[in-house]
């Protein structure tokens, strides 16, 4: 399209942009004559019953879903040991503060 202010149009829509833009306004007015002829021309045509099945059937035997990678649960996993050995070893060293501190408040 040749207007530097599509963007424009695709965020403001009909009511914005193209009230000003001659070149949009026809765009917007042949795509709403475009979508009609395809809504009269399809008005009643619809899928057979049972197409929505075959179709997830066909996509799940022709694009399985792969098993989820078991990485992600190791690396969790050392993760949260890491953090926990953290804790364990500073945890100790702050006790006889933290002792102190309390002797002094009590």
Known sequence: MACPEFDDLLREGAGGHAERCEECRALLDALARVEGIFDRAFTGIGAPPGMAAAVRARLM?????????????????IGWAAVLAVIAIVIPRFLPLISAMMAELG
């Open 61 to 77: 035997r022709e694009c399985p879903v792969p098993r989820p990678s078991v990485i992600p649960e190791i690396l969790d996993f």
